[in-house]
């Protein structure tokens, strides 16, 4: 399958401070997926980009696809507590989901 | 609600003995499923796409002997490890496909001793 690279693979966030986490492929995605994993649970779904240059929000997350369709990004302002858990970026082909390594953000009150 | 379960949630078995989980799609038909593998700290990784009437995929690396996939019906998709060993240890995640994104099931957190 289609490798994904993710970076930090860690982020510690004071509460109320943004971050940013990054997706990297070599080669050209047809789209990209994120999902959330909260600390004991299972992926859920966040959103799905397709479009070259997308940029997509969701109230406080903003998922952007970039030009060349090889890099994606996920930037969360003001964190929050219940932003806890682990973001995947997903490359997704024929239906088979090429997951990146996470980035487990944690958040200091 | 849940798309998709997953039983049992927690499994500890001895080391040498099979151990089957099971998944059900609950609102959906599904012909096609997928199994994950999560060790500790680290990512998802695909191990075979189950369908059902026919074989199971295999990804490479993954030994169809050891994990067994039936896709009976179009509502359950089983997977036995068979002759656990502690590296089997891990959390299996069993998902249906959606319009384009996939369903997880809670996984289930298998335990070899």
């Known amino acids: 399958g289609q490798q994904v690279m993710q970076i930090p693979q860690y982020q510690h966030v004071q509460e109320g401070e943004d971050f940013t986490t990054y997706c990297n492929s070599s080669?050209?995605?047809?789209?990209i997926q994120w999902y959330k994993q909260r600390p004991g649970g299972h992926p859920v779904f966040l959103i799905q980009l397709v479009k070259s240059g997308e940029v997509k929000k969701q109230k406080r997350l903003t998922f952007q696809f970039g030009e060349a369709k090889k890099n994606s990004s996920l930037h969360i302002t003001a964190t929050q507590t219940t932003d806890v858990g682990t973001y995947f970026c997903a490359a997704s082909n024929d239906y088979k989901l090429s997951f990146g390594a996470g980035t487990t953000v944690t958040v200091r009150a | 609600g849940a798309v998709v379960s997953q039983h049992p949630s927690w499994v500890i078995c001895k080391s040498g003995t099979s151990v089957k989980i099971e998944c059900r799609s609950l609102?959906?038909?599904?012909?096609?499923m997928f199994w994950y593998r999560q060790f500790p700290k680290q990512s998802l990784m695909l191990m075979a796409t189950s369908n059902e009437g026919s074989k199971a995929t295999y990804e490479q690396g993954v030994e169809k002997d050891k994990f067994l996939i039936n896709h009976a019906s179009l509502t359950l998709s089983t997977l036995t490890v068979t002759s656990a060993h502690p590296e089997d240890s891990s959390f299996y995640i069993c998902?249906?496909?959606?319009?384009?994104?996939?369903?997880f099931g809670p996984g289930t957190r298998l335990t070899v001793t």
């Open positions: 998902s249906r496909q959606g319009p384009y994104e996939q369903y």
């Open positions: 609102d959906f038909q599904a012909t096609t």
């Open positions: 080669t050209t995605l047809s789209n």
